[in-house]
């Protein structure tokens, strides 16, 4: 008998013959790789009232940079941060706007927050008997078997009608805290031997709050603490329909899918290194530019440091500078901009000056590397994702958590599109590929191969 990882590697070349397309072709052919043209304008796919990104401006035909700008519902979500200024349940509101499409009135909101309160609930045993059965360290890969899993659990899981779809949904936005923190506490027992400890949540305490006292032995937090977390849940909470995960989230909606399966085929996608793993190789860089910067103070040496990065001489020898540019913005990212204040806060709070001093530096000399280096003009300017993972490390939050966080807000934005792809589209997805078979080959008996 083969052994199948031997057998494997031997056919893998095979698979990589038959799989090889000539980059020309796809020019040749007007194929939109990525969905995406040769000046990385997204094809227009479909339509949403969700949210809107702007990153350039048309002056007199000409597209032109502009300072980044998302909106949800309509609402700068600059405005709807510092509306929120003092205020508890900021992630409750920017649900509730995402999925309704209106800001919440004081007793709507405080409904809101019940309704998401009462759905933290998981059904009995299913922590001992799904979450902490097969721990890894891959937490996204633990979530996504326990929402699987929970689909056993719901006489209607394929019930369409749009009532059941909101009802499970926000069903899920519960659970997803509990999801991401007692698979980590299952992990870190079994394979790092550590204590185990399942906390559970406190309904009247916001869905940030809990998230911070399911994850923590002693429960505690501070007020900064959970309003920092809450505002990089709102800013993480939607992102356009063509992000990899929401695209995912309305091509398997489309089919005819039930809500459980659409919203872990999300999680596959945004588990991917080039979705949402950013800030966790933002951290990486930033652990190798302090192992090999002697004075991370001194601009000259990490400036000299970063153009090694860029060169592809140092760190992954990929030549990037993690959490500079975006795909879709140019001069800034709005989410960047206005979080920005709340890690200076919390770098103070937590004595992490030296390091926030670190990001300053590298924010400020980046865009000049970059330009000088790659000869980019197009704007590079730092991402949500470079001061992201600074933020969760403040907050003591294990890495393994970084992107099942990511998720934790996003779910927000899948469900909204889930139900908009329900009620407008009620068509399939379905690109075209051009084949490049040409002319067909006669069968060929096994005896004569």
Known sequence: MYRIDKYAEKQAELCTRSG?????????????????????????TGLTNISKITS????????????????????????????????????????????????????????????????????????????MKAPDADIMCTMTKSILTLASYDERKNDLEIPNVLRQSIRLIGNFPMLAAYSFHAYNYYKNCESMFVHRPDPSLSLTQNFLRLLRPDMQFTELEARTLDVAFLLHMEHGGGNNSTFTTRVVTSSGSDTYSAIAAAMCSLKGSRHGGANLMVMQMMDDIRRNVSDTDDEEEVENYLTKIVRKEAFD?????????????????????????????????????????????????????????????????????????????????????????????????????RIEELVAQNKIIRPAYKSLIGEKRAYVGIEER
């Open 317 to 417: 020898k990929k030549g990037l500078i993690y959490g500079m540019g975006h795909a879709v913005y140019s001069l800034s990212d709005p989410r960047e901009r206005v979080f920005r204040s709340y890690v200076e806060k919390l770098a103070g709070e937590k004595g992490k000056e030296k390091d926030l001093r670190l990001y300053e530096s590298i924010e400020k000399l980046a865009p000049a590397i970059i330009a000088r280096e790659r000869k980019i003009y197009k704007g590079v300017s730092p991402n949500v994702d470079f001061y992201s993972g600074f933020v969760y490390e403040m907050l003591g939050i294990p890495r393994e958590l970084y992107t099942p966080i990511f998720s934790v807000a996003r779910i927000v934005g899948w469900s909204a599109h």
């Open 56 to 131: 350039f401006h048309e002056v007199r035909g000409e597209l032109l940079p502009c300072d980044g700008e998302l909106l949800y519902r309509g609402y700068d979500v600059c405005d709807l941060i510092n509306g929120a200024a003092g205020k508890d349940m900021i992630y409750e509101e920017g649900a509730y706007l995402l999925l309704f499409g209106e800001l919440p009135t004081i007793e709507q909101l405080r409904e809101f927050h019940d309704i998401i309160a009462s759905s933290m609930t998981l059904p009995s045993n299913f922590t001992r008997d799904v979450i």
């Open 20 to 44: 090889s397309i000539e980059p020309e072709l796809y020019s040749k052919y007007g194929v939109k790789r990525g969905l995406r043209d040769l000046n990385g304008q997204g094809v227009v």
